[in-house]
């Protein structure tokens, strides 16, 4: 089944900013807004964000996501080491009637 | 603390079937879908099927209909998968994942983790 589209890699200097993008359709991301999850090699993934920014407890305020259309995207800001890590987008499909994931960015902090 | 305790690796043949289990604690089982996502070596996540735990329905993706089976024990809290008639391409991690509603929108917050399933002869 169909995923949604995000880019295989994405390398920042320390303490600058990234941004990752999530591109699917009007069935998922366009309709129902995308989640935003960080995994560490060797661990289970973790959630960053529910839709339209809104971050469970715990989360770094220096991480913010956004929508536009039927791409959704997360920023980094103050890049640190720590966040050198896979990031994957995820959106519930209405037309799938299934649950979709991005394939996965992998951020470098240089 | 609320969290998925997944049981431990396994190694099957092919053909053969695999029975996953995750034992929620620190919230009401009954109260979250239990999803079901994996993620084989290198790879992305790959999303399995869903199971509400007080009614026992479920919902599995096309990819794996007929193959598998989500069940729940609420009395202990726990949720199993089991996968059929498995072969080589099924060797992954296998996790459990509580679906949660908040801010009216839907997301996995809490990741058991994750079982090793590896299927060779």
């Known amino acids: 089944q169909a995923g949604l589209t995000q880019p295989p890699s994405v390398s920042k200097g320390l303490r600058q900013t990234a941004t990752l993008t999530c591109t699917g359709d009007?069935?998922?991301?366009?309709?129902?807004?995308a989640a935003w999850l960080q995994q560490h090699q060797g661990h289970p993934p973790k959630l960053l964000s529910y839709?339209?920014?809104n971050r469970p407890s715990g989360i770094s305020e220096r991480l913010s996501a956004s929508r536009s259309g039927n791409t959704a995207s997360l920023t980094i800001t103050g890049l640190q080491p720590e966040d050198e890590a896979d990031y994957y987008c995820?959106?519930?499909?209405?037309?799938?009637?299934?649950?979709?994931f991005g394939g996965g960015t992998k951020l470098t902090v240089l | 603390q609320v969290q998925l305790v997944q049981s431990g690796a396994e190694v099957k043949e092919p053909g053969a079937s695999v029975k996953v289990s995750c034992k929620a604690s620190?919230?009401?089982?009954?109260?979250?879908?239990i999803n079901w996502v994996r993620q084989a070596t290198g790879q992305g996540l790959e999303w399995m099927g869903w199971?509400?735990?007080?009614?026992?329905?479920?919902g599995y993706a096309q990819k794996f209909q007929g193959r598998v089976t989500m069940t729940r024990d609420a009395s202990i809290s726990t949720a199993y998968m089991e996968l059929n008639s498995l072969r080589s391409e099924d060797t992954a991690v296998y996790y459990c994942?509580?679906?949660?509603?908040?801010?009216?929108?839907?997301?996995?917050?809490?990741w058991g983790q994750g079982t090793m399933v590896t299927v060779s002869s």
């Open positions: 620190g919230y009401t089982f009954t109260s979250y879908d």
């Open positions: 199971m509400n735990p007080n009614s026992g329905n479920t």
């Open positions: 009007s069935n998922n991301v366009g309709n129902q807004g």
């Open positions: 994942a509580r679906l949660s509603l908040r801010w009216g929108s839907r997301a996995f917050d809490i």
């Open positions: 995820s959106a519930w499909d209405s037309s799938l009637s299934a649950w979709v």
């Open positions: 839709r339209d920014n």
